[in-house]
């Protein structure tokens, strides 16, 4: 049985782990899939190796773990509205996800996690830092606790995605999403305090202007990085991560150019977020 032959690995020392003893091309016993996500709520991102999906049970595993959210900006793998592709090919210079952030923010209620299987990896490079907004915040002074506690900030998806690219993405005039989400939120599953600010989809402090939200955004960005806060992860074909959103920061790093690398992602429904 999976569910009593699964190992967990810590791959970094706040964030991340590796499971073994898991096929995810299976539907889970539930003690797997309880495992799994107290897994996920305590490291923010699990790993699994040498995995074979189809999109079929790719779609699968993303629904045992709640309703799948159809991405509006990413091309889609064909006949799968589900996947959405995390695509670079030799021409692109630019990557996908190149930058800190938190996919879905921008949603009154953001997306619970993504699970991103790699179907194409280059022979070097192309690896993805996590980052623990747990240990981010747990590592802030009492004092810019207690100020960030009553704060609210605004995050939107019209400057990353209202831009016309290239073929990679899509309407481009459906970007319009704007919400307001507590700075420090409560992990709905694990009860833990979270930083829950991100340089790509935050734009300002709720009732602050933007060259005064500036400064103390830059800081909390700077501060939510620090290595010691990270994992890197190097992908293999096979490769699954299953990330959480709510409690983690991801970058995408862009060190292949010339090669390809495609990977499918699901997105899965979350919560609108309290303090």
């Known amino acids: 049985m999976q569910g009593n032959s699964i190992q967990i690995r810590p791959v970094g020392g706040a964030v991340g782990a590796e499971m073994t003893g898991v096929d995810l091309s299976e539907p889970l016993p539930v003690q797997a899939r ?17 995995q074979s999906l189809t999109p079929e049970q790719h779609i699968g595993l993303a629904r045992q773990f709640g309703e799948i959210n159809v991405n509006r900006f990413f091309a889609q793998a064909d006949g799968y509205p589900e996947i959405a592709l995390v695509a670079k090919e030799p021409q692109h210079t630019k990557n996908i996800g190149g930058g800190w ?3 879905h923010s921008y949603d009154q209620s953001p997306a619970l996690g993504s699970i991103l299987y790699a179907r194409q990896v280059p022979p070097i490079g192309g690896d993805t830092l996590f980052s623990s907004m747990y240990a981010a915040y747990d590592a802030l002074s009492d004092g810019l606790k207690q100020t960030l506690g009553g704060l609210r ?8 995605f209202g831009v016309v690219r290239d073929d990679r993405f899509r ?26 600010v991100n340089p790509g989809f935050t734009v300002r402090f709720d009732g602050w ?3 005064e939200s500036k400064p ?15 994992c890197r992860f190097v992908w293999r074909n096979g490769s699954v991560a299953f990330w959480d959103n709510r409690s983690t920061w991801h970058y995408a790093v862009n060190d292949y150019q010339g090669e390809r690398r495609l990977m499918h992602r699901i997105t899965i429904e979350g919560c609108e977020l309290g303090g």
Do not use: C, M, W
């Open 171 to 196: 309407n481009a005039e459906a970007a319009v999403q704007d919400a307001v989400h507590p700075v420090v939120i409560t992990h709905p599953d694990s009860g833990q305090k979270a930083l829950y």
């Open 209 to 211: 202007t933007d060259d």
């Open 34 to 50: 309880d495992t799994i996500r107290k897994a996920l709520a305590d490291r923010g991102v699990v790993f699994f190796r040498d």
């Open 101 to 103: 952030h938190t996919d």
């Open 153 to 160: 900030a605004v995050h939107s998806s019209r400057h990353v």
């Open 216 to 230: 103390l955004l830059e800081f909390l960005y700077s501060h939510a990085a620090r290595p010691e806060f990270t």
